[in-house]
């Protein structure tokens, strides 16, 4: 569908489209070979957008067929009857946001050029580093989320001699489908949780919309944001400062 919608509002441009669950090698491997086979003969690679996410079994259904689980480290929930750590989960989320960023940066940087540069972005909301406060009940996603983020600043200091600049976006309230499916487990309405959210820890009073983030996005691919790099950006009306 929103392929469909940017071929009808934007004739100049050509959209491809691949499914699959990015935690999976194969799906990658079908993005970079359907870029190389539809664009590689004519055109440089200028962008990567790592945006792929999501709340195991609440906003998404993934692969591996995995529900919801409540983890937080330490309180022995992650341990099975036998007494062993169940890691599924927590792989699951390693492999979305960590091998699938690093595996999408370094396959998109190889298909650049020092001569026209490029940029790689990695998406991660909310943050996990020291601007952000230990959030328990986010101890899964958030170990996939800091393999992204430390990785960013890593291919900042080496992409940078290929004039490509390698950022990392930290939205915060985002009005976006995923709320309400959050919404919807907890029984009440996606505003409810959003506004409930922005009074009590965004000082701008605020979400903010999609296409906000999109236009950071663009700020970064652009010549005028080249020069920023190794930076995770929150892009929150002030929630990191809670």
Not at 91 to 99: I, N, S, V
Request: hydrophobic share 35%; net charge negative; glycine share 12%.
């Amino acid at each position: 569908e929103f392929v469909s919608t940017l071929k009808s509002k934007h004739d100049e441009i050509q959209c491809e489209l691949v499914g699959g669950d990015l935690s999976k090698p194969e799906t990658r491997d079908s993005i970079f070979s359907t870029y190389d086979e539809k664009f590689g003969p004519s055109r440089i690679l200028g962008a990567a957008v790592h945006n792929a996410g999501q709340y195991v079994g609440v906003t998404s259904t993934n692969a591996d067929g995995l529900a919801a689980t409540s983890v937080t480290f330490g309180d022995n929930k992650i341990l099975g009857e036998d007494g062993k750590p169940e890691f599924d989960h927590m792989h699951f989320y390693q492999a979305l946001y960590g091998d699938a960023y690093i595996d999408i940066c370094e396959r998109s940087l190889a298909r650049m050029t020092s001569e026209y540069g490029g940029s790689l972005i990695g998406i991660s909301s909310p943050g996990c580093n020291l601007s952000y406060g230990a959030n328990p009940g986010y101890s899964l996603p958030g170990s996939g989320k800091c393999i992204m983020e430390y990785s960013n600043r890593i291919m900042a200091t080496t992409a940078g001699a290929k004039n490509v600049n390698s950022n990392v976006i930290v939205p915060g309230v985002t009005l976006s489908e995923a709320w309400g499916k959050v919404a919807e487990k907890r029984g009440c309405k996606s505003e409810d949780i959003t506004n409930m959210l922005v009074q009590k820890r965004v000082p701008m009073k605020r979400p903010i919309e999609v296409r906000g983030i999109g236009d950071v996005a663009a700020f970064l691919c652009s010549e005028k944001g080249r020069y920023i790099t190794g930076v995770s950006l929150p892009v929150d009306g002030g929630l990191h400062l809670n």
